[in-house]
């Protein structure tokens, strides 16, 4: 029986499954196809870092090595729901609530000082950030709005706020001292091992030994430079309080887990320096860092002396009243931009500060105009250059807007998201080299105490099969492709080289590909939109991230509705299914009113590509009308609008499956490819279409009240069942298909 892998991840989507996964495996197991779970959650991946030493009992398998193995062979057939890319204080969150459970994991350590807390932070670190995405990338990805999905967001556009041109929103970025400005790159001329060393006057500390290099390789080393960084925040601190402006910082502290909590760190201080400057040392003693953000620290404050936490309370209130107004995660709850790290990620909160007409929320809970602070250069003017047109040209229409599909580099660990094991907080002066098996220095940098370096790596292949990607979504297509490529860019210039290498390897006769800077880039891609047109951007590892919420959230209200294909390098394939960035805030309302939000719509699209994908290389031609007709019943879900709604007791993502099942029963029962097939699914859509409004009764009359789940990170499994499958009828029809 073919097989396809469908991941158990987190929060909302986690809760979809329970719901939206008996639809599926009944499904398909009337075309052979057998749909399996791995369970790649946050707390399914602690419990794998620890499994050697918990009881027997306690151990779990680790699924995103497996996966990981199978992603690198033709079998590889994954479907990637959207997973929690954990900061510290999310990371120690679950390990509370395993402990809770009854989980026998150690305290994470926050300064490890014994053998055994140096073992136990190891395992938390390799469970931290972006921990699964690069294993599971062993191809590039190829995202776009399906056609069907672009209709309906111009049919039923989502709202947008309007711009005004004098509106004081802006963002501000390093102009010299950041990783862009200070990034060197190399390609490799020959396989190779290098090391990267720190040189001082007191003598060689080697930071990282035995880094395997291919020839064609390119690897990057940069540095940002904290005393730059510092006069930048001040800077952006004072211009926000004469500006009369939110103050508020975009970064990507869960992805780029080392160097962006730091950053995050530094964020905080400037905006409350007296509260670091009279009580830094004790707040430090304690394990109380602003890299955690200001939360962290209100929090943890019960662990110092009643007179030191009383006066941090009252420094944090007057840093407040001198600093300027700060952006708002929650006002009702006091929130602000600079508690969470996690709250802020640049990715999402960019694009819904323009999607709302450039405005944040300051402590009142009033709409307020902002400076976007987005520390590093390298993509900040992607930003820039939108908000600089929205003031210019106004919002952009979703009834008449086109579209900005990405093909983007990051198979094997390419570029940014790739360099978490080779970023280094600098200690003293000194000299930052890496130094080829010769001992010839490739790339130098002069640092100082607290500049934060990194080393990025890029692989030749992955690269090359980029760019054949670019070709092939270009031609396939046939609308224009842009390579998002700053020749004033170090790491830039030796892709645009290969770029330029490969491009005449592939047809490219009559298409328009171009390599133009991201902020050129940008620039061409939204005069298009407005002109209702389609540009492929095609990008590096973070730009692809970037832009793939961007442009759809500008688009279709959400980055969930995009369908994200990656043909892996090996001839699997991986099928992710949108973002996951406003799933805590689902799962809140679920345990508060039974009612959850969350779309499933990105799951329905990469199931569908699935099936396809089962059929061509397993020869299952069930498999293809599976997929075929649930991209069908995906087309009358959307044009009969029965997506999910925001309001507890209205549909919501169980009433929105139960839709979705009966289109798709109706499909298979009508289609003639298969004549079985047809007659197995036929008395399923004549019972979902006599038994509808029982079904619809069933689902609705739960709402309401709050349920329980056992747990928010590592939820009771029957628990969840008895609330995402409420229905005793549609369960009972489903039963059926496994008779």
């Given at each position: 029986?073919?097989?396809?892998?469908?991941?158990?991840?987190?929060?909302?989507p986690?809760?979809?499954?329970h719901?939206?996964?008996?639809?599926?495996?009944?499904?398909?197991?009337?075309a052979?196809?057998?749909?399996?779970t791995?369970?790649?959650s946050?707390?399914?991946?602690?419990?794998?870092?620890?499994?050697?030493?918990?009881p027997?009992?306690?151990?779990?398998?680790?699924?995103?090595?497996?996966?990981?193995?199978?992603?690198k062979?033709?079998?590889?057939?994954?479907?990637?729901?959207?997973?929690?890319?954990?900061?510290?204080?999310?990371?120690?969150?679950?390990?509370?609530?395993?402990?809770?459970?009854g989980?026998?994991?150690?305290?994470?350590p926050d300064?490890?000082?014994?053998?055994?807390?140096?073992?136990?932070?190891?395992?938390?670190?390799?469970?931290?950030?972006?921990?699964?995405n690069?294993?599971?990338?062993?191809?590039?990805?190829?995202?776009?709005?399906?056609?069907?999905?672009?209709?309906?967001a111009?049919?039923?556009?989502?709202?947008?706020?309007?711009?005004?041109?004098?509106s004081?929103?802006?963002?501000?970025?390093?102009?010299?001292?950041?990783?862009?400005?200070?990034?060197?790159?190399?390609?490799?001329?020959?396989?190779?091992?290098l090391?990267?060393?720190?040189?001082?006057?007191?003598g060689?500390?080697?930071?990282?030994?035995?880094?395997?290099v291919?020839?064609?390789?390119i690897?990057?080393?940069?540095?940002?430079?904290?005393?730059?960084?510092?006069?930048?925040?001040?800077e952006?601190?004072?211009?926000?309080?004469h500006?009369?402006?939110?103050?508020?910082?975009?970064?990507?502290a869960?992805?780029?887990?080392v160097?962006?909590?730091?950053i995050?760190?530094?964020?905080?201080?400037?905006?409350?320096?007296?509260?670091?400057?009279?009580?830094?040392?004790?707040?430090?003693?304690?394990?109380?860092?602003?890299?955690?953000?200001?939360?962290?620290?209100?929090?943890?404050?019960?662990t110092?002396?009643?007179?030191?936490a009383?006066?941090?309370?009252?420094?944090?209130?007057?840093?407040?009243?001198?600093?300027?107004?700060?952006?708002?995660?929650?006002?009702?709850?006091?929130i602000t931009?600079?508690?969470?790290?996690?709250?802020?990620?640049?990715?999402?909160?960019?694009?819904?500060?323009?999607?709302?007409?450039?405005?944040?929320w300051?402590?009142?809970?009033?709409?307020?105009?902002?400076?976007?602070?987005?520390?590093?250069?390298?993509?900040?003017?992607?930003?820039?250059t939108?908000?600089?047109?929205?003031?210019?040209?106004?919002?952009?229409?979703?009834?008449?807007?086109?579209?900005?599909?990405?093909?983007?580099?990051?198979?094997?660990?390419?570029?940014?998201?790739?360099?978490?094991?080779?970023?280094?907080?600098?200690?003293?002066?000194?000299?930052?080299?890496?130094?080829?098996?010769?001992?010839?220095?490739?790339?130098?940098?002069d640092?100082?105490?607290?500049?934060?370096?990194?080393?990025?790596?890029?692989?030749?292949?992955?690269v090359?099969?980029?760019?054949?990607?670019?070709?092939?979504?270009?031609?396939?297509?046939?609308?224009?492709?842009?390579?998002?490529?700053?020749?004033?860019?170090?790491?830039?210039?030796?892709?645009?080289?290969?770029?330029?290498?490969?491009?005449?390897?592939?047809?490219?006769?009559?298409?328009?590909?171009?390599?133009?800077s991201?902020?050129?880039?940008?620039?061409?891609?939204i005069?298009?939109?407005?002109?209702?047109?389609?540009?492929?951007?095609?990008?590096?590892?973070?730009?692809?991230?970037?832009?793939?919420?961007?442009?759809p959230?500008?688009?279709l209200?959400?980055?969930?509705?995009?369908?994200?294909?990656?043909?892996?390098?090996?001839?699997?394939?991986?099928?992710?299914?949108?973002?996951?960035g406003?799933?805590?805030?689902?799962?809140?309302?679920?345990?508060?009113?039974?009612?959850l939000?969350?779309?499933?719509?990105?799951?329905?699209?990469?199931?569908?590509?699935?099936?396809?994908?089962?059929?061509?290389?397993?020869?299952?031609?069930?498999?293809a009308?599976?997929?075929?007709?649930?991209?069908?019943?995906?087309?009358?879900?959307?044009?009969?609008?029965?997506?999910?709604s925001?309001?507890?007791?209205?549909?919501?993502?169980?009433?929105?499956?139960?839709?979705?099942?009966?289109?798709w029963?109706?499909?298979?029962?009508?289609?003639?490819?298969d004549?079985?097939?047809?007659?197995?699914?036929?008395?399923?859509?004549?019972?979902?279409?006599?038994?509808?409004?029982?079904?619809e009764?069933?689902?609705?009359e739960?709402?309401?009240?709050?349920?329980?789940?056992?747990?928010?990170?590592?939820?009771?499994?029957?628990?969840?069942?008895?609330?995402?499958?409420?229905?005793?009828?549609?369960?009972?029809?489903?039963?059926?298909?496994?008779?």
């Open positions: 029986m073919a097989t396809i892998i469908y991941t158990h991840t987190d929060e909302a986690m809760l979809a499954t719901s939206f996964l008996p639809v599926v495996q009944a499904f398909a197991s009337k052979g196809v057998e749909v399996e791995r369970d790649i946050l707390a399914g991946r602690i419990i794998a870092a620890f499994s050697d030493v918990l027997e009992e306690q151990r779990g398998a680790d699924a995103l090595a497996e996966l990981g193995a199978l992603a062979t033709p079998e590889a057939n994954i479907i990637k729901l959207p997973n929690i890319s954990a900061s510290v204080p999310q990371l120690k969150a679950v390990v509370a609530e395993l402990q809770a459970q989980v026998a994991l150690p305290d994470f300064e490890p000082s014994t053998a055994a807390e140096r073992d136990a932070r190891a395992r938390y670190d390799s469970v931290k950030g972006s921990a699964v690069p294993v599971l990338r062993e191809g590039n990805s190829d995202r776009r709005a399906p056609r069907s999905v672009k209709e309906y111009r049919k039923h556009p989502h709202s947008m706020g309007a711009w005004k041109s004098d004081k929103t802006d963002v501000a970025t390093m102009t010299a001292g950041d990783f862009f400005h200070n990034e060197k790159s190399v390609t490799m001329p020959a396989d190779d091992v090391q990267i060393r720190l040189v001082t006057d007191d060689v500390t080697v930071l990282k030994d035995g880094l395997k291919l020839a064609g390789e690897v990057d080393g940069t540095f940002m430079s904290a005393k730059a960084l510092d006069a930048f925040l001040a952006q601190v004072a211009r926000a309080k500006e009369g402006v939110l103050f508020s910082a975009h970064l990507k869960t992805m780029m887990k160097s962006d909590p730091i995050f760190g530094h964020v905080v201080r400037a905006v409350l320096p007296e509260v670091f400057s009279t009580y830094g040392e004790q707040l430090a003693a304690a394990g109380l860092t602003p890299d955690n953000g200001l939360g962290g620290i209100l929090a943890g404050l019960d110092l002396p009643a007179d030191v009383d006066g941090v309370r009252a420094a944090v209130k007057d840093g407040f009243e001198a600093a300027p107004q700060i952006a708002m995660v929650d006002s009702d709850k006091g931009n600079l508690h969470v790290p996690s709250d802020v990620i640049v990715d999402a909160s960019m694009p819904a500060m323009i999607r709302g007409g450039g405005i944040m300051d402590a009142d809970g009033n709409a307020a105009e902002t400076l976007a602070v987005i520390p590093d250069s390298s993509y900040a003017g992607v930003y820039k939108v908000v600089d047109d929205c003031k210019a040209n106004g919002a952009f229409d979703p009834t008449t807007m086109g579209s900005v599909p990405n093909v983007g580099l990051m198979a094997q660990k390419a570029e940014e998201y790739g360099s978490h094991d080779k970023t280094f907080v600098i200690p003293a002066v000194g000299s930052v080299e890496v130094v080829n098996s010769a001992g010839n220095v490739i790339i130098q940098h640092v100082e105490p607290g500049d934060i370096w990194r080393a990025c790596q890029a692989k030749d292949i992955p090359r099969d980029w760019v054949r990607l670019a070709v092939e979504r270009a031609r396939l297509s046939d609308t224009p492709a842009i390579f998002w490529l700053d020749e004033a860019r170090a790491h830039d210039a030796e892709l645009i080289a290969k770029v330029n290498d490969e491009l005449p390897k592939h047809d490219t006769d009559g298409l328009d590909i171009r390599i133009l991201p902020n050129d880039a940008t620039k061409v891609s005069d298009r939109i407005r002109e209702g047109l389609d540009t492929i951007s095609v990008t590096g590892n973070v730009l692809r991230d970037y832009n793939t919420d961007l442009f959230i500008l688009e209200g959400t980055s969930a509705k995009m369908l994200s294909v990656v043909p892996l390098l090996a001839g699997g394939g991986l099928f992710e299914t949108g973002a996951g406003s799933a805590p805030k689902h799962v809140q309302q679920l345990i508060e009113q039974n009612h939000r969350w779309d499933s719509l990105g799951e329905f699209m990469a199931l569908a590509e699935s099936f396809r994908h089962l059929a061509r290389v397993a020869d299952n031609r069930r498999a009308v599976l997929g075929e007709t649930l991209d069908a019943a995906t087309a009358t879900f959307l044009g009969e609008n029965k997506s999910p925001r309001k507890a007791g209205e549909r919501d993502n169980r009433g929105s499956h139960y839709w979705l099942a009966r289109y029963a109706e499909e298979l029962a009508q289609q003639t490819d004549a079985p097939l047809a007659a197995a699914l036929k008395p399923i859509a004549e019972k979902f279409e006599a038994q509808s409004d029982q079904i009764k069933e689902l609705l739960v709402q309401g009240s709050s349920v329980d789940l056992g747990g928010y990170y590592r939820p009771d499994e029957a628990k969840v069942d008895a609330v995402m499958r409420p229905s005793a009828t549609l369960n009972s029809i489903l039963n059926t298909l496994h008779d």
